[in-house]
C-alpha cells in the first residue's frame, strides 16, 4: 500500500490536522470563485476533497459539487452532508471520472505530488482535463518549493488531545518528507508524508501538455500575486483551450 492510501485514511492524521483552518478555507473559496467569476448554476469538482470543507462551502455558496477522494472512511464522514447538489465518491484522481463535463476542477491545499511516477502525475491532468468542458477552470493549489525550502523546520512535537506527534522533516531527492511518530491506543505508529516538490515550470508543462494555459498563479490564500522567494503557496489557475 502506498503511504497516501493508509495515513490519510488513519484517524490520526484528522486528529493531527484537526487545526484546520475552516474560516481561511471558506475566504479563500468565496474570493475565488468570485475571481472566476464563476455562475452559480456552475458545476465543480472538489479533487481530493478530504472531509469536505471546501466542497460544503461550494454547495452553500449554491454551486453544484462532487467531492473526491482515495479515503474511504473521508468520503463515508462526508456522505451526512449530501444533498441534490452535493455528492461525494471514492475516486482515484489517476482514473478518469466517470461523469459529464464540469465548470471547474479544485485540487486544494497541497493534494497533489505524492506519486514516485511522472506517469502516474501525467494522468491527473489527463483525468482533470477529460471532465471539464472547454473553457473550464483547473485550480490547482500546490506548495511554493522554494518557499518550504526556506523555511523547513527539521523536528517538532504536536500535542493535540491525548496524542504527542514527534515529526521531523527532511528535504529528499527533490521531495518534502515527513516522519510522523506517535503512540496512541496502546500501540505505536509511524507514518510519513512524502510530496514531490514541483517547481511552478514542472507544473506548468504538466498543464501544457494536456491543453491547459496557465492564466494566473497566486501566492497565498488571500490570493495576493505569487513570488518566487516569498509566498507561502503556488496557486495555479489553468483554463483548458
Ligand atoms: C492534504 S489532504 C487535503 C484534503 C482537502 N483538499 C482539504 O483541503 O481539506 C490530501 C487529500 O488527498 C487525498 N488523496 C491522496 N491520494 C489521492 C488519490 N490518489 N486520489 C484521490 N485523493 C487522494 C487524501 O485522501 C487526502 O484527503
Known amino acids: 500500500m502506498e503511504w497516501f492510501e493508509s495515513w490519510f485514511d488513519t484517524p ?8 484546520r483552518d475552516y474560516t481561511e478555507a471558506e475566504n479563500f473559496i468565496t474570493q475565488l470563485t468570485s475571481e472566476l467569476k464563476l455562475p452559480k448554476s456552475s458545476e465543480i469538482i472538489d479533487l481530493a476533497c478530504g472531509k469536505g470543507r471546501h466542497s460544503v462551502f ?16 473521508s468520503i463515508e464522514h462526508n456522505k451526512k452532508f449530501e444533498n441534490e447538489n452535493l455528492q461525494f465518491k471514492v475516486h482515484d484522481m489517476r482514473d478518469i471520472v466517470d461523469h ?14 505524492y506519486f514516485d511516477s511522472e506517469d502516474d502525475d501525467r494522468r491527473v491532468f489527463e483525468s482533470v482535463s477529460d471532465v471539464l ?15 518550504v525550502r526556506k523555511i523547513i523546520v527539521s ?3 504536536v500535542q493535540r488531545d491525548e496524542i504527542e506527534f514527534n515529526i521531523s522533516k527532511k528535504i529528499e531527492n527533490q521531495h518534502i518528507v515527513k516522519d510522523i511518530k506517535f503512540t496512541a491506543d496502546g500501540r505505536d505508529f509511524n507514518f510519513f508524508e512524502k510530496v ?46
Do not use: M
Request: charged content about 25%.
Open 58 to 73: 461550494l454547495n452553500k455558496l449554491g454551486y453544484k459539487v462532487l467531492g473526491l477522494d482515495l479515503s474511504r472512511q
Open 155 to 157: 523536528d517538532a512535537k
Open 100 to 113: 459529464e463535463p464540469v465548470d471547474a476542477v479544485f485540487n486544494l491545499f497541497t493534494s497533489f505530488g
Open 133 to 147: 468542458k472547454p473553457g473550464g477552470f483547473f485550480v490547482l493549489d500546490y506548495l511554493n518549493e522554494n518557499f
Open 196 to 241: 514531490k516538490l514541483h517547481t511552478p515550470e514542472s507544473i506548468q508543462k504538466y498543464a501544457e501538455d494536456n491543453g491547459f494555459e496557465r492564466i494566473k498563479i497566486w501566492g497565498d490564500y488571500q490570493l495576493n500575486d505569487f513570488e518566487r522567494e516569498n509566498s507561502p503557496r503556488c496557486i495555479n489557475l489553468f483554463r483548458k483551450k
Open 12 to 19: 490520526y492524521y484528522h486528529i493531527l490536522y484537526s487545526n
